[in-house]
Protein backbone atom coordinates (compact mmCIF):
# COMPACT_ATOMS: atom_id res chain seq x y z
CA UNK A 1 0.00 0.00 0.00
CA UNK A 2 1.45 3.32 -1.02
CA UNK A 3 1.09 6.04 1.41
CA UNK A 4 1.28 9.59 0.09
CA UNK A 5 3.60 12.14 1.49
CA UNK A 6 2.61 15.00 -0.38
CA UNK A 7 4.04 17.96 1.65
CA UNK A 8 7.24 16.91 1.00
CA UNK A 9 7.78 15.91 -2.43
CA UNK A 10 6.41 19.22 -2.86
CA UNK A 11 9.47 20.71 -0.79
CA UNK A 12 11.52 18.61 -3.22
CA UNK A 13 9.78 19.27 -6.40
CA UNK A 14 9.77 23.07 -5.38
CA UNK A 15 13.59 22.71 -4.78
CA UNK A 16 14.82 21.57 -8.58
CA UNK A 17 17.30 23.15 -9.93
CA UNK A 18 18.18 25.51 -7.29
CA UNK A 19 21.80 25.16 -7.60
CA UNK A 20 21.97 23.06 -4.37
CA UNK A 21 22.78 19.24 -2.91
CA UNK A 22 19.21 18.52 -1.72
CA UNK A 23 20.00 16.64 1.72
CA UNK A 24 16.74 14.51 3.19
CA UNK A 25 17.26 13.84 6.35
CA UNK A 26 15.17 12.29 9.48
CA UNK A 27 15.06 9.51 11.90
CA UNK A 28 15.60 6.37 10.58
CA UNK A 29 12.17 4.30 9.25
CA UNK A 30 10.76 7.56 8.55
CA UNK A 31 10.15 7.15 4.98
CA UNK A 32 13.40 8.85 3.38
CA UNK A 33 14.53 6.51 0.65
CA UNK A 34 10.68 5.78 -0.06
CA UNK A 35 10.16 9.27 -0.68
CA UNK A 36 13.03 9.84 -3.14
CA UNK A 37 13.67 6.45 -4.77
CA UNK A 38 10.07 6.00 -5.37
CA UNK A 39 7.79 8.91 -4.93
CA UNK A 40 9.83 11.48 -6.21
CA UNK A 41 11.65 9.15 -8.98
CA UNK A 42 7.65 8.74 -10.27
CA UNK A 43 7.23 12.00 -10.28
CA UNK A 44 10.20 12.68 -12.44
CA UNK A 45 9.09 9.38 -14.81
CA UNK A 46 5.59 12.14 -15.20
CA UNK A 47 7.61 14.82 -16.60
CA UNK A 48 8.69 12.45 -19.10
CA UNK A 49 12.52 13.14 -18.06
CA UNK A 50 14.40 10.22 -19.46
CA UNK A 51 14.88 6.69 -17.74
CA UNK A 52 18.55 7.05 -18.81
CA UNK A 53 19.21 10.72 -17.17
CA UNK A 54 17.90 9.80 -13.74
CA UNK A 55 20.85 7.79 -11.63
CA UNK A 56 19.85 6.12 -8.57
CA UNK A 57 22.53 4.76 -6.49
CA UNK A 58 22.11 2.98 -3.09
CA UNK A 59 25.29 2.85 -1.20
CA UNK A 60 24.03 0.31 1.19
CA UNK A 61 22.56 -2.02 -1.94
CA UNK A 62 24.68 -4.63 -2.19
CA UNK A 63 23.19 -4.80 -6.52
CA UNK A 64 24.75 -1.24 -6.45
CA UNK A 65 28.09 -1.93 -5.21
CA UNK A 66 29.05 -4.42 -7.16
CA UNK A 67 28.27 -2.51 -10.12
CA UNK A 68 31.13 -0.01 -9.20
CA UNK A 69 33.23 -3.04 -8.50
CA UNK A 70 32.88 -2.80 -4.74
CA UNK A 71 32.80 -5.96 -2.43
CA UNK A 72 29.82 -5.18 -0.65
CA UNK A 73 30.76 -8.01 2.39
CA UNK A 74 34.03 -6.03 2.92
CA UNK A 75 31.51 -2.83 3.92
CA UNK A 76 28.85 -4.57 5.54
CA UNK A 77 30.36 -5.03 9.08
CA UNK A 78 28.74 -2.27 11.65
CA UNK A 79 32.16 -1.89 13.07
CA UNK A 80 34.31 -1.27 9.73
CA UNK A 81 35.42 2.52 8.97
CA UNK A 82 35.72 1.44 5.57
CA UNK A 83 34.08 3.53 2.60
CA UNK A 84 32.96 3.01 -0.79
CA UNK A 85 36.03 4.30 -2.92
CA UNK A 86 34.60 7.86 -4.35
CA UNK A 87 37.25 6.90 -7.62
CA UNK A 88 35.10 4.08 -8.42
CA UNK A 89 31.50 5.29 -8.30
CA UNK A 90 33.37 8.64 -10.02
CA UNK A 91 34.09 6.68 -12.94
CA UNK A 92 30.75 4.35 -12.76
CA UNK A 93 29.04 7.96 -12.54
CA UNK A 94 30.97 9.67 -15.91
CA UNK A 95 29.89 6.19 -17.81
CA UNK A 96 26.60 7.16 -17.11
CA UNK A 97 26.52 10.83 -18.14
CA UNK A 98 26.67 10.90 -21.55
CA UNK A 99 24.95 14.34 -23.33
CA UNK A 100 24.66 18.06 -21.83
CA UNK A 101 21.04 17.30 -20.86
CA UNK A 102 20.10 17.40 -17.47
CA UNK A 103 20.80 14.49 -15.17
CA UNK A 104 19.07 13.69 -12.03
CA UNK A 105 21.42 12.15 -9.29
CA UNK A 106 20.09 10.74 -6.18
CA UNK A 107 21.98 8.96 -3.78
CA UNK A 108 20.56 7.24 -0.95
CA UNK A 109 23.00 6.55 2.38
CA UNK A 110 25.47 9.10 0.91
CA UNK A 111 27.21 8.59 4.18
CA UNK A 112 28.67 5.51 3.18
CA UNK A 113 30.60 7.13 0.07
CA UNK A 114 34.35 7.82 1.49
CA UNK A 115 34.59 11.77 0.78
CA UNK A 116 31.15 12.02 0.42
CA UNK A 117 31.55 16.02 0.92
CA UNK A 118 34.11 16.42 -1.08
CA UNK A 119 32.21 14.53 -4.14
CA UNK A 120 29.23 16.27 -3.74
CA UNK A 121 30.88 19.69 -3.67
CA UNK A 122 31.81 18.49 -6.75
CA UNK A 123 28.63 18.21 -8.33
CA UNK A 124 27.65 21.54 -7.92
CA UNK A 125 30.05 22.87 -10.17
CA UNK A 126 27.94 20.71 -12.93
CA UNK A 127 25.66 22.53 -14.29
CA UNK A 128 23.34 19.57 -15.64
CA UNK A 129 23.25 17.44 -12.05
CA UNK A 130 20.62 18.38 -9.67
CA UNK A 131 21.79 16.42 -6.87
CA UNK A 132 19.40 14.76 -4.48
CA UNK A 133 20.72 12.67 -1.17
CA UNK A 134 19.79 10.74 1.92
CA UNK A 135 21.73 10.01 4.71
CA UNK A 136 21.64 7.66 7.78
CA UNK A 137 21.03 9.96 10.88
CA UNK A 138 23.44 7.83 13.13
CA UNK A 139 26.17 9.49 10.99
CA UNK A 140 24.96 12.28 8.59
CA UNK A 141 23.40 14.64 11.15
CA UNK A 142 21.39 17.81 10.58
CA UNK A 143 24.08 20.23 12.00
CA UNK A 144 26.84 18.86 9.81
CA UNK A 145 24.41 19.72 7.07
CA UNK A 146 25.58 23.50 7.68
CA UNK A 147 29.14 22.72 7.07
CA UNK A 148 29.81 20.12 5.45
CA UNK A 149 28.65 21.37 1.45
CA UNK A 150 30.29 24.66 2.56
CA UNK A 151 26.73 26.27 2.76
CA UNK A 152 25.74 24.38 -0.16
CA UNK A 153 23.22 22.19 1.05
CA UNK A 154 19.09 22.56 1.26
CA UNK A 155 17.96 20.16 4.10
CA UNK A 156 14.19 18.72 3.84
CA UNK A 157 13.60 17.10 7.15
CA UNK A 158 10.96 14.21 6.93
CA UNK A 159 9.24 13.64 10.14
CA UNK A 160 7.42 10.52 11.11
CA UNK A 161 3.70 10.17 9.14
CA UNK A 162 1.30 12.97 9.69
CA UNK A 163 -2.12 11.96 11.57
CA UNK A 164 -3.54 12.67 8.19
CA UNK A 165 -0.82 10.25 6.21
CA UNK A 166 -1.59 8.36 8.63
CA UNK A 167 -5.10 7.91 8.67
CA UNK A 168 -5.01 7.94 4.47
CA UNK A 169 -4.56 4.44 4.88
CA UNK A 170 -6.18 3.77 8.05
CA UNK A 171 -8.88 1.24 8.34
CA UNK A 172 -11.46 2.55 10.55
CA UNK A 173 -12.82 5.88 12.12
CA UNK A 174 -11.09 9.00 13.23
CA UNK A 175 -11.85 8.17 16.61
CA UNK A 176 -10.11 4.80 16.10
CA UNK A 177 -7.11 6.21 14.11
CA UNK A 178 -6.32 8.99 17.11
CA UNK A 179 -6.35 6.44 19.38
CA UNK A 180 -4.06 4.18 17.72
CA UNK A 181 -2.14 6.98 16.55
CA UNK A 182 -1.48 8.27 20.02
CA UNK A 183 -0.49 4.50 21.07
CA UNK A 184 1.76 3.65 17.92
CA UNK A 185 2.79 6.57 16.11
CA UNK A 186 3.37 7.41 12.60
CA UNK A 187 6.82 5.40 11.55
CA UNK A 188 5.27 4.08 8.00
CA UNK A 189 6.37 0.30 8.90
CA UNK A 190 4.28 -0.14 12.20
CA UNK A 191 1.18 1.96 10.28
CA UNK A 192 1.00 -0.93 7.98
CA UNK A 193 1.05 -3.52 10.32
CA UNK A 194 -1.85 -5.72 10.67
CA UNK A 195 -1.97 -6.22 14.59
CA UNK A 196 -1.51 -4.24 17.51
CA UNK A 197 1.02 -7.22 18.75
CA UNK A 198 3.24 -6.45 15.59
CA UNK A 199 3.38 -3.02 16.07
CA UNK A 200 4.61 -2.89 19.71
CA UNK A 201 6.74 -5.74 18.95
CA UNK A 202 8.47 -3.58 15.97
CA UNK A 203 8.29 -0.42 17.88
CA UNK A 204 10.36 -2.31 20.81
CA UNK A 205 13.14 -3.70 18.92
CA UNK A 206 13.69 -0.71 16.64
CA UNK A 207 13.93 1.98 19.46
CA UNK A 208 16.47 -0.14 21.71
CA UNK A 209 18.29 -2.04 18.76
CA UNK A 210 18.78 0.87 16.19
CA UNK A 211 17.76 4.14 17.14
CA UNK A 212 19.71 3.98 20.58
CA UNK A 213 22.21 1.88 19.63
CA UNK A 214 22.80 4.26 16.40
CA UNK A 215 23.50 7.32 19.33
CA UNK A 216 25.87 4.66 21.59
CA UNK A 217 28.24 3.75 18.39
CA UNK A 218 27.95 7.20 16.71
CA UNK A 219 29.90 8.58 20.21
CA UNK A 220 31.35 5.99 21.48
CA UNK A 221 29.64 5.99 24.68
CA UNK A 222 31.03 3.10 27.05
CA UNK A 223 28.37 3.56 29.51
CA UNK A 224 25.46 2.70 27.20
CA UNK A 225 22.92 1.68 30.09
CA UNK A 226 22.95 5.62 31.48
CA UNK A 227 22.10 7.08 28.36
CA UNK A 228 19.59 4.22 28.17
CA UNK A 229 18.05 4.98 31.65
CA UNK A 230 18.20 8.97 30.95
CA UNK A 231 16.23 8.40 28.22
CA UNK A 232 13.41 6.31 30.59
CA UNK A 233 13.22 9.29 32.45
CA UNK A 234 12.97 11.94 29.59
CA UNK A 235 10.01 9.61 28.11
CA UNK A 236 8.15 9.51 31.10
CA UNK A 237 7.89 13.62 31.73
CA UNK A 238 7.31 14.76 27.46
CA UNK A 239 5.90 18.41 27.37
CA UNK A 240 7.05 19.24 31.02
CA UNK A 241 9.12 21.81 32.02
CA UNK A 242 12.59 20.35 32.68
CA UNK A 243 16.21 21.18 32.94
CA UNK A 244 19.45 19.07 33.06
CA UNK A 245 19.71 19.71 36.95
CA UNK A 246 16.09 18.60 36.73
CA UNK A 247 17.16 15.77 34.85
CA UNK A 248 19.78 14.38 37.34
CA UNK A 249 18.00 15.23 40.26
CA UNK A 250 15.27 12.61 38.79
CA UNK A 251 17.43 10.39 37.13
CA UNK A 252 19.56 9.79 40.90
CA UNK A 253 16.14 9.22 42.79
CA UNK A 254 14.83 7.01 40.37
CA UNK A 255 17.40 5.20 39.15
CA UNK A 256 19.56 5.04 42.39
CA UNK A 257 22.53 6.59 40.76
CA UNK A 258 24.17 9.71 39.37
CA UNK A 259 24.88 11.40 36.13
CA UNK A 260 26.08 14.79 35.95
CA UNK A 261 24.36 17.83 34.43
CA UNK A 262 27.16 18.46 31.92
CA UNK A 263 26.22 14.39 30.87
CA UNK A 264 22.69 15.19 30.77
CA UNK A 265 23.08 17.89 28.54
CA UNK A 266 25.41 16.26 26.49
CA UNK A 267 23.09 12.79 26.01
CA UNK A 268 19.94 14.73 25.42
CA UNK A 269 22.27 16.68 22.33
CA UNK A 270 22.91 13.26 21.21
CA UNK A 271 19.78 12.42 21.54
CA UNK A 272 18.50 15.45 19.29
CA UNK A 273 21.26 15.00 16.73
CA UNK A 274 19.54 11.42 15.93
CA UNK A 275 16.28 12.73 15.56
CA UNK A 276 14.67 11.03 18.62
CA UNK A 277 13.69 14.42 20.60
CA UNK A 278 13.49 17.97 20.10
CA UNK A 279 14.13 20.39 22.84
CA UNK A 280 11.43 23.18 22.85
CA UNK A 281 12.83 26.73 24.19
CA UNK A 282 10.50 28.98 26.39
CA UNK A 283 9.70 32.61 24.37
CA UNK A 284 8.67 35.43 26.73
CA UNK A 285 6.15 37.09 24.73
CA UNK A 286 6.14 40.38 25.93
CA UNK A 287 9.56 40.74 26.57
CA UNK A 288 10.58 39.15 22.85
CA UNK A 289 13.44 36.88 23.91
CA UNK A 290 14.43 33.47 24.86
CA UNK A 291 14.37 31.63 27.96
CA UNK A 292 17.10 28.80 28.39
CA UNK A 293 16.11 27.25 30.75
CA UNK A 294 14.08 25.13 31.95
CA UNK A 295 12.52 23.71 28.45
CA UNK A 296 9.99 21.17 27.13
CA UNK A 297 11.29 17.06 25.11
CA UNK A 298 8.61 16.21 22.60
CA UNK A 299 9.36 13.18 20.77
CA UNK A 300 9.65 12.83 16.94
CA UNK A 301 7.70 10.27 17.01
CA UNK A 302 5.26 9.08 19.92
CA UNK A 303 5.00 5.60 19.36
CA UNK A 304 8.86 5.09 19.40
CA UNK A 305 7.97 6.82 23.46
CA UNK A 306 5.56 4.37 24.30
CA UNK A 307 7.41 1.50 23.17
CA UNK A 308 10.60 3.06 25.56
CA UNK A 309 8.25 3.01 28.57
CA UNK A 310 6.71 -0.84 27.04
CA UNK A 311 3.22 1.02 26.57
CA UNK A 312 2.78 1.72 30.45
CA UNK A 313 2.37 5.39 30.25
CA UNK A 314 -0.24 6.33 27.90
CA UNK A 315 -0.74 9.71 29.44
CA UNK A 316 -3.28 11.32 26.90
CA UNK A 317 -3.15 15.09 27.55
CA UNK A 318 1.01 15.06 27.31
CA UNK A 319 0.52 12.53 24.16
CA UNK A 320 -2.04 15.29 22.55
CA UNK A 321 0.53 17.75 23.20
CA UNK A 322 3.31 16.21 21.25
CA UNK A 323 1.23 15.65 18.18
CA UNK A 324 0.09 18.69 18.52
CA UNK A 325 3.85 19.99 18.39
CA UNK A 326 4.96 17.38 15.42
CA UNK A 327 2.08 18.62 13.37
CA UNK A 328 2.86 22.30 13.51
CA UNK A 329 6.67 21.57 12.80
CA UNK A 330 5.11 19.40 9.44
CA UNK A 331 3.13 22.13 8.50
CA UNK A 332 6.60 23.77 8.40
CA UNK A 333 6.21 26.19 11.56
CA UNK A 334 8.73 26.90 13.90
CA UNK A 335 7.25 26.38 17.26
CA UNK A 336 8.34 27.84 20.49
CA UNK A 337 6.68 27.51 24.29
CA UNK A 338 5.24 30.78 25.38
CA UNK A 339 5.24 32.32 28.61
CA UNK A 340 3.28 35.44 29.36
CA UNK A 341 3.68 37.71 32.98
CA UNK A 342 1.08 38.29 34.76
CA UNK A 343 0.93 40.46 38.10
CA UNK A 344 -1.83 39.48 40.41
CA UNK A 345 -2.82 39.78 43.89
CA UNK A 346 -2.30 37.15 46.52
CA UNK A 347 -4.48 35.80 49.21
CA UNK A 348 -2.79 38.50 51.39
CA UNK A 349 -3.70 40.95 48.88
CA UNK A 350 -0.11 41.78 48.00
CA UNK A 351 0.75 41.50 44.45
CA UNK A 352 3.16 39.41 42.87
CA UNK A 353 4.30 38.08 39.60
CA UNK A 354 3.30 34.87 38.02
CA UNK A 355 4.54 33.33 34.35
CA UNK A 356 1.47 32.39 32.58
CA UNK A 357 1.62 29.36 29.87
CA UNK A 358 1.11 28.88 26.12
CA UNK A 359 1.16 25.77 24.95
CA UNK A 360 2.71 26.75 21.35
CA UNK A 361 3.62 30.00 19.35
CA UNK A 362 3.78 28.82 15.95
CA UNK A 363 5.50 31.19 13.44
CA UNK A 364 5.96 31.44 9.75
CA UNK A 365 6.82 34.49 8.16
CA UNK A 366 4.38 36.72 8.83
CA UNK A 367 2.09 33.82 10.22
CA UNK A 368 1.95 33.49 13.92
CA UNK A 369 -0.21 31.81 16.06
CA UNK A 370 -0.91 31.27 19.60
CA UNK A 371 -2.15 27.25 20.64
CA UNK A 372 -2.91 25.94 23.62
CA UNK A 373 -3.57 22.17 24.27
CA UNK A 374 -6.46 20.96 27.05
CA UNK A 375 -7.35 17.87 26.49
CA UNK A 376 -10.78 18.70 28.05
CA UNK A 377 -12.74 21.63 28.46
CA UNK A 378 -15.62 20.75 31.15
CA UNK A 379 -16.44 23.56 32.38
CA UNK A 380 -16.27 27.23 32.34
CA UNK A 381 -13.77 27.75 34.85
CA UNK A 382 -11.04 25.30 32.90
CA UNK A 383 -12.13 27.47 29.86
CA UNK A 384 -11.04 30.50 32.24
CA UNK A 385 -8.05 28.92 33.21
CA UNK A 386 -7.06 27.67 29.38
CA UNK A 387 -7.51 31.24 28.08
CA UNK A 388 -6.15 33.20 30.86
CA UNK A 389 -2.66 33.73 29.29
CA UNK A 390 -4.28 34.15 25.61
CA UNK A 391 -5.82 37.87 27.89
CA UNK A 392 -2.67 38.73 28.49
CA UNK A 393 -1.51 38.56 25.35
CA UNK A 394 -2.07 42.53 23.65
CA UNK A 395 -1.87 41.20 19.79
CA UNK A 396 -3.99 40.37 16.80
CA UNK A 397 -2.55 37.18 16.01
CA UNK A 398 -5.18 34.11 15.93
CA UNK A 399 -5.35 32.34 19.56
CA UNK A 400 -6.73 28.54 19.46
CA UNK A 401 -7.70 26.08 22.35
CA UNK A 402 -7.48 22.43 20.88
CA UNK A 403 -9.20 19.74 22.55
CA UNK A 404 -9.59 16.02 22.34
CA UNK A 405 -13.71 16.08 21.60
CA UNK A 406 -14.60 16.03 17.90
CA UNK A 407 -15.96 19.42 17.37
CA UNK A 408 -16.25 21.86 14.56
CA UNK A 409 -14.32 25.32 14.98
CA UNK A 410 -16.02 27.77 17.60
CA UNK A 411 -15.58 31.30 18.59
CA UNK A 412 -15.93 33.31 21.64
CA UNK A 413 -16.91 36.92 22.21
CA UNK A 414 -12.79 37.04 22.53
CA UNK A 415 -12.05 35.91 18.97
CA UNK A 416 -10.46 32.51 20.45
CA UNK A 417 -10.98 29.78 18.13
CA UNK A 418 -11.67 26.56 20.06
CA UNK A 419 -11.75 23.23 18.32
CA UNK A 420 -11.37 19.25 17.92
CA UNK A 421 -7.99 18.25 18.07
CA UNK A 422 -8.49 15.71 15.08
CA UNK A 423 -10.36 18.29 13.20
CA UNK A 424 -7.04 20.56 13.37
CA UNK A 425 -5.02 17.54 12.27
CA UNK A 426 -7.01 16.37 9.12
CA UNK A 427 -7.52 19.68 8.03
CA UNK A 428 -4.29 21.46 6.22
CA UNK A 429 -6.09 24.51 6.57
CA UNK A 430 -7.25 24.18 10.07
CA UNK A 431 -5.19 27.96 11.54
CA UNK A 432 -6.91 29.61 8.77
CA UNK A 433 -10.53 28.83 10.31
Do not use: W
Not at 326 to 335: A, D, P, S
Not at 403 to 428: C, H, I, T
Amino acid sequence: MEIKRDVYLERLINRKYNGFVKVITGIRRCGKSYLLNTLFYNHLMDCEIPEDHVILFAFDSADDLIKIGEDPLLLDNANSERKVDPKRFLEYLNQQITDKEMYYLLLDEVQNLGAFESVLNGFLRKKNLDVYVTGSNSKFLSKDILTEFEGRGDEIHVLPLSFSEYFSVYDGSKEEAFDDYSVYGGLPAAALMATEEQKAAYLTTQMQNLYLRDVINRYHLQDDCAIGELLDVISSGISTLTNPRKLSATFASVKQTTISEVTVDKYIEHMEDAFMINRVKRYDVKGRKYIGTPYKIYFEDVGLRNARLNFRQIESTHIMENIIYNELRFRGFKVDVGVVESRERNEDGKEVRKQLEIDFIATMGSKKYYIQSAYAIPDKDKYKQETKSFDKVNDSFKKIILVEKSMKPRRDENGYVMMGVKEFLLDANSLEC
